[in-house]
């Protein structure tokens, strides 16, 4: 059954024949002594492996499956992402970071976390994506999460950290686990890219801004969510609750380039806003 998140904006369940990047191993085919080769994870080998390999495939003979752990009375969540010494080459603006998973939740507040960053050669930040995966899949489902860019310096590598997480700080439910299969960037089509939900889910002008701020047009679904606009440097600068499909937002900002987050459940929009 297709399962489709809070107004479509995430979940996708096609293939687009448009490029994609294959990241290292991308299937998890490739394992060296309990770790799948070119990624990092925090297993310990012969002591504690949340992460490990598993037969239960999308395609080709293995996939990654992710397990909440008990070691020495702590629970252990698993953690899976590109080495800090090793971040994985980007050379171009995509628009996605796509996969295939299950999930299997024991908690409801448990989730995948998904923290996303490619910089430019000097290590600058220029483009993101963060997400919290919390629907449940009993068969293999594609997803393709919206990288929100930022900067306008070339791409070079991208950091990435996954983990199974109960989001309410208490670490992951013992028994809940995930696999993964076929990583890429760039890809999925059916559904709202990032490209689409800026300029459908919600729109902006005029852009950029003045004095007198913003004005949003949003859809009906998005009502109740959270907005919140952010610096460069991540710090928060402005909150509200979004109450209508029309709304200004006029904060007091000096000129610059800012981030607007929209969080309704499950499911995030960013989108850059510029303050002349």
């Not at 995948?112 to 963060?130: N, W």
């Not at 309410?168 to 995930?178: E, N, P, V």
């Amino acid at each position: 059954m297709k399962k489709v998140l809070p107004f479509g904006v995430l979940l996708l369940l096609l293939l687009n024949a448009q490029a994609q990047l294959s990241l290292p191993n991308v299937g998890f085919e490739n394992w060296t002594n309990g770790n799948p080769d070119a990624w990092f994870t925090n297993n310990v080998v012969g002591t504690a492996t949340p992460v490990t390999q598993s037969a239960d495939a999308y395609s080709g003979s293995y996939a990654l499956r992710g397990d909440v752990i008990m070691f020495n009375s702590n629970r252990i969540s698993p953690n899976i992402g590109t080495p800090a010494s090793t971040p994985f080459a980007v050379s171009q603006q995509y628009n996605t970071f796509n996969f295939y998973y299950k999930l299997h939740k024991v908690s409801a507040n448990d989730g995948l976390i998904i923290a996303l960053t490619i910089s430019d050669s000097t290590d600058l930040p220029i483009a993101t994506a963060s997400y919290k995966l919390a629907v449940e899949a009993t068969t293999y489902t594609p997803v393709s999460i919206p990288i929100f860019w930022f900067g306008s310096t070339p791409p070079h590598h991208m950091n990435l950290v996954m983990s199974l997480e109960d989001t309410t700080g208490a670490g992951g439910t013992i028994g809940s686990y995930f696999l993964m299969d076929n990583v890429s960037l760039g890809g999925f089509v059916t559904g709202i890219n990032q490209t689409a939900a800026a300029s459908n889910a919600v729109r902006v002008f005029p852009n950029p801004g003045t004095a007198q701020g913003w004005n949003l047009k949003l859809a009906p679904a998005l009502q109740g969510s959270q907005l919140q606009v952010l610096d460069m440097q991540g710090r928060g600068v402005y909150a509200t609750t979004v109450t209508a499909t029309e709304m200004q937002i006029a904060p007091n900002l000096p000129a610059g380039v800012y981030l607007m987050r929209l969080t309704n459940g499950q499911t995030t929009i960013t989108q850059k806003l510029v303050r002349e």
